[in-house]
Nanobody
Framework: QVQLVESGGGLVQTGGSLRLSCAIH????????MGWYRQAPGLQREIVAS???????AYAESVQGRFTISRDNTKNTLNLQMNSLKPEDTAVYYC??????????????WGKGTLVTVSS
């Protein structure tokens, strides 16, 4: 069983940066991927970034070049560095983990989310 706890959200101005962290508690040998989703008001939850097999990264086109996903094995955290933030990045950001976190496959574990608000 795995528990995911996000932190690092907050209010930032357009063009600013934030770093989200997801503390990973527990273990599940079947986990193959971790990543971040977000959900803006009135919209569906969407995948933002993923890390597969601890090596392969992928990003939504809307955040490519601005966001960086990484894993800190010493602290057992998954991080999302977000730069050049835009108002449209405003959303609740969720940490996700599973055998795969592809939207078509399904996520096994979810965090409770952390709110990111980007002011214009």
């Amino acid at each position: 069983q795995v528990q995911l706890v996000e932190s690092g959200g907050g209010l930032v101005q357009t063009g600013g940066s934030l770093r989200l962290s997801c503390a990973i508690h527990g273990n599940d040998a079947s986990l193959g991927a971790m990543g971040w989703y977000r959900q803006a008001p009135g919209l569906q939850r969407e995948i933002v970034a993923s890390l597969t097999s601890g090596v392969y990264t992928a990003y939504a086109e809307s955040v490519q070049g601005r966001f960086t996903i990484s894993r800190d094995n010493t602290k057992n955290t998954l991080n999302l560095q977000m730069n050049s933030l835009k108002p449209e990045d405003t959303a609740v950001y969720y940490c996700a983990a599973g055998r795969s976190i592809d939207p078509s496959y399904g996520v096994t574990y979810w965090g409770k989310g952390t709110l990111v608000t980007v002011s214009s």
